[in-house]
């Protein structure tokens, strides 16, 4: 048997050495062109030759084949059928495998998923096409977020896990001084308990970056996972649970240890899955609705949730407000404002923004930023390269008509023909301009392509609504824009007890949507947009226990 | 201003060495003679000058003093009255001086804290003599277990609490390569966002021990500490809140930081304080049916619990029955098996011990191991000196009679009178063999002198017993005696599925109710006997989040 952790060992070390350093690093291009000429067209065609087929896998499957609620948000027929499991099948074939999983060391477990994470990076195209085609995001960021950024984030936690399960020695001997006794001497030695049975639930977005970190936490530390996707985003965590079976079969543990579990909107199946005594570990990405439902009803498992929540922009002052501009234009549109860490709300006082002696209107600022992003998706064919398509078009028009509803509308949502998908949805983002005082018009998450500059009567009023509602309503991300040291200290001071991470002045090609592996925390745990951190100790502590054996 | 840190940095860092290494060491001497000659009747003085009096706290107390349900086991009259406070005014205070605490350093804080503990050590003898009259401990263990080896297991959690907030550095540049483009520069910063208020709910037999790690690992965090102790035992936990208080005044922050909620068993306070919104951390020891109710109940905070459990004997073969059986009448009959360590259930096959090339049958183990108890307890005087007094005493009576009657009485339980203190109940343990297919008989918890030899059919099925026993009704420590590696082999297993500490062939000076600071973790949290370990890493990283900042 190969020894993978001899193998990759260098890669974990550099990701030890980085999560404590919080520099810059991924052993995963993220460049398409690193994968050599043949990547893209074997990519497509292994994508191409999955769809219309059932999708096969080896494992517990007596429901036969399931046919999913997984339409393509760019019109592409899918008509892929998946393996239906019973939930007792499903958690009996985990506990079964589990054991030598358990016993083996946190070394060989790091050795085999740092091998999974070697071949999902070799299948990177062909993810980035299940991607793309599931969750409606443009090509290039299905690629990078759907797969060399989510192998890091899968990574990082992989890195975690090891680090604190390797924090406690394996053995030592004990020796207490007894006065003029010889000394009592204790031989001891530690062994890692995994918690249980794991679920992941994945989100319709971004199923790969959301979920590998709870995947790979879970897995390092010995539990089994059963992945449950998003019942309208199946294929990309389907693809991994083929790749991760396979490696694990490889290595001579039972593939039982990551199943995947298919349900549909009409007969869902997580609360019976999680509910299920045997379940030690609950990862949870999406809506707040079901989030809050894990945190109140899961009792027996640990439970980390990442749901969602009203990310604020503050602008306070700007030395150029054109940049200003155009880093909020791209912010807020990058994949029509689907992504957990889109701008929703833009703080702006009502007496205007400083820029340098001069003071520019409430009015002058809202209509810039309505007309940098009018600018930015001038053109259709680029404009659908930046917004992708829209994954619930129902929900999102309905969210863009309630926007539009509630103040002055700055720029109407465009429909645009996609030229090459004709059947996707493709819609600008709604501008609407709405008063601080309509808490209703701005104290809630329109997730999907509506952007809301708020008028307050100051910056510290911005930033006390911004964080009231970060507090109520959860936030994971805020941008604020001033050139005064002491806006700047108070803006810090409302973020940190809002539990929100902040970014300053983003005026060049850094967007505060983008969160990077090993150096940034992805949501903070610290407000209702998730109970959990990617990647903290907390993420991975509580996912086994240390055992102690002591011999005299 | 003192820089305690700079002050006691060094104790700090052999704190966080020996996390790692988990060998011996503690800074606080366990030996009496150790604090001078003067150290004891100034101990005894300041105990003796707060008997009959109100305790004087300058803290929120709108409800007057209170008149406790605080009797000694050993019949002294405290006669003290406490500062009464709302839970609403409480928890204000707590939020009001919560601020500059949480912003201050993690240097900052280990700095007060370690000067705290200091200062805790020198008052060994005074917390000594009130932990020995509220929960009927003999003075030594008093001492040992309230003074610095709790002291061992506060300044642990606050190495473990240091090391998580350290773990990530204060700032950091980015620095990301963008191909012939100039790199994407990125100045980055971490703030520590302490969780909220925190709860402590202390424990009426070992409240410092018990108590002191979730308040070290709640404050240094940077959390405010609601100290709220059991009602029958309330003076130790306010002997630390006063210290606290004066350290923290002193060191220039709010003493609101540390209060003191008391209240009575007729007019109980922890629910309505635990569910206070504002809580954000709970820390419980006490019987498991209230800390059961905390993990179901108290959704909006952390909760650590320790509860209680059935732990087991395993023999199955020996060098030295008679050094078995001298080890187990101590750990058996120390403090009268009031200690959540304490082994209960004693597993002997029906078809006997092997001791070197003879079996020695179930009977005469059974006998050898009554009589044992009963020749370490023969002597009144010492008996006392080993058992201490009886803290509930009508609860512990009526388990003694269940015990007795559930099976053959091999040594009757006896009340003693103490030499020095006639009002205290001391009872030796009342020693029962009963059946493994009893199941009632042997699988739940007898808190208190109560010894049960079970007959099974082999070593297996003691295996199986004490797994399935403390997997029920969990279970701290685990004893076993066997010289068979592979016997060892499979008890280990099992240990480590049941997620129960074992010690093996204990003859000698270590006893397997003693969990070590640094070194043994107390409670895994793998079993129903706590959710929670003290103290690994899972037991602070919950206590805080990091927030990033990021600057272009």
Known sequence: MTDFYAEHRETLDRALETIRTRTYWSPYPEHPKAYGEDAPGEGRAAFEARLGAPFALDQPASGGMLVPDEASPYGLELGITYPRAGVDELVAAAETAMGPWAKATPEVRAGVLLELLARLAARSFEMAEAVMHTTGQSFLMAFQAGGPHALDRGLEALAYAYREQTSVPRSVIWEKPQGKRPPLVVSKEWRIRPRGVAVTIGVSTFPTWNGYPGIFASLATGNPVIVKPHPATI?????????????????????????????????????????HPAVGIVDYTGGPEFGRWLEEHVRHAAVFTEKAGVNSVIVDSAEDLGAVFRNLSVSTTMYSGQMCTSPQDVFVPADGVRVGDEVVAFEAVARGLADAIAGLLADDARACEILGAIKDPEAVAARIEAAAAAG??????????????????VRTPVVVAVDAADRDAYAREFFGPVVLVVRTASTDESIERARAAALDEGAITWLAYTTDPAVEQRIVEAAVDAGVGVAFNLTGGLFVNQSAAFSDFHVTGANPAGNASLTDTAFVANR??????RRQ
Not at 409 to 424: D, G, K, M, N, Q
Request: charged share 25%.
């Open 235 to 275: 294929l990309p965590l389907a693809i991994f649970v083929e790749i991760a079976r396979e490696v694990l079969a490889e290595a001579g543990f039972d593939p039982n240890l990551v199943t995947l579990a298919v349900d549909t909107r009409a007969e869902p199946i997580t609360r019976e899955l999680v509910l």
């Open 408 to 425: 002055e509308v700055l720029l109407e949502s465009r429909e645009i023909t996609h030229p090459a998908f004709p059947e996707a949805t």
């Open 544 to 549: 086994f226990r240390f055992v102690g054996i």
